[in-house]
């Protein structure tokens, strides 16, 4: 099996929002990935770990590895960020409701980049790949002391709201729908 990494698009290379993060490269997550993948989660604290899973800070077993890095690019869409020496450094994924058109998504970053524009990067690519899926409301939970996630989702237009107990947060974005051009 091949276990290179596929190229991305000149469109999806790009830079962190932030001056202090290396460029990265955003494409999609694919099976070649899994050894780098364990690598990503092997690296992450168990808090952002906690965190990310909603309770558990053990790592995703085998089956379920293969089955995160299963994504179609239609029911399930999962984007990576690149470092240029191939580690991957940031995840988000969406499992899309096509009949609903809605998305419920998760990112994480790895611990010690956070704050540096990553998930701000990782989230705004999401969304336009949503977009060009039909996808008009995007909803995410959290722990409601997971101030960083509800800070990105704030800034990036998500509405807080409070989740089904005191303990977690929903986030919802009503996406508008992409840009279609103009028949010549």
Known sequence: M????PRASPASACRPASRRASPVQIRSLVPADRLRYVDFLGALAPDDLYLRMMGSAAPPDSDRITELLAADGAQTVALVAVEPNGA???????VVDAANASAEFA??????LKRRGLGTVLLRALLERLRTLGVRRVVGHTF????????????????????DDGMTRKVT?????AAVPAPH
């Open 2 to 5: 091949d276990n290179t990494p």
């Open 88 to 94: 991957l450094v940031g995840v988000v994924r969406a």
């Open 107 to 112: 990112l994480i970053v790895r611990s010690q």
């Open 144 to 163: 409601a002391h997971n101030e960083a996630l509800l800070r990105l989702a704030q800034g990036a237009g998500f509405r807080v709201s409070p989740g």
């Open 173 to 177: 974005l009503a996406l508008r729908p």
